[in-house]
T-cell receptor, first 111, second 114 residues
């Protein structure tokens, strides 16, 4: 089955800690995206990558970092510099830069 | 700045009736507009895409209209069912090329009551 797999489903971060959210896709899509969703809010773009070994900042990149070493993988690190990390994180991909395919999300909470 | 507005309050509709959701945008002329469905704790799922030169698009019980003069899209679900209850998101490509990702509205929470 083709799709996007995000892990873990739930993640807890201690203060001062960096955590990494995994996103893997087997759709052979070139472009991948990370969005953040807060309750009652729209999705906000954190980072995106149109091709391997290249990525760009979205609207709210501060406190986050990404890498794109493989076409299938686009992990997101939430660094200690992100002071309000509690949110639902969504990874997505696309091939024709039109409709997005989303993963099932990771809920990140602060201990 | 570009802005997308959707009905921020929940929309309650009786089963069997037509649900109509609104998406308004400002300061941009997108090449296309998309609608997604999101269930609690899940990622959004693509429903329909309508291009600027299309007035209307249908898929089963779903219908989308796109008025580029009013800068508005309407999303209709006919013969609504309780299983249609979800949050519906409107999304636009604000960058002109699509590769930079979509900009999403806050969504409308639709509740279909039996």
């Amino acid at each position: 089955d083709g799709g996007i797999t995000q892990s873990p489903k739930y993640l807890f971060r201690k203060e001062g800690q960096n955590v990494t959210l995994s996103c893997e896709q087997n759709l052979n899509h070139d472009a991948m995206y990370w969005y953040r969703q807060d309750p009652g809010q729209g999705l906000r773009l954190i980072y995106y990558s149109q091709i391997v070994n290249d990525f760009q900042k979205g609207d709210i990149a501060e406190g986050y970092s990404v890498s794109r070493e493989k076409k299938e993988s686009f992990p997101l690190t939430v660094t200690s510099a992100q002071k309000n990390p509690t949110a639902f994180y969504l990874c997505a991909s696309t091939d024709l830069f039109e409709k997005l395919f989303f993963g099932s999300g990771t809920q990140l909470s602060v201990l | 700045s570009q802005k997308i507005e959707q009905n921020s309050e929940a929309l309650n509709i009786q089963e069997g009736k037509t649900a109509t959701l609104t998406c308004n945008y400002t300061n941009y002329s997108p090449a296309y507009l998309q609608w997604y469905r999101q269930d609690p704790g899940r990622g959004p799922v693509f429903l329909l895409l309508i291009r600027e030169n299309e007035k209307e698009k249908r898929k089963e019980r779903l219908k989308v209209t796109f008025d580029t003069t009013l800068k508005q899209s309407l999303f209709h679900i006919t013969a609504s069912q309780p299983a249609d209850s979800a949050t519906y998101l409107c999304a636009l490509d604000m960058s002109g090329g699509g590769a930079d990702g979509l900009t999403f509205g806050k969504g409308t929470h639709l509740i279909i009551q039996p």
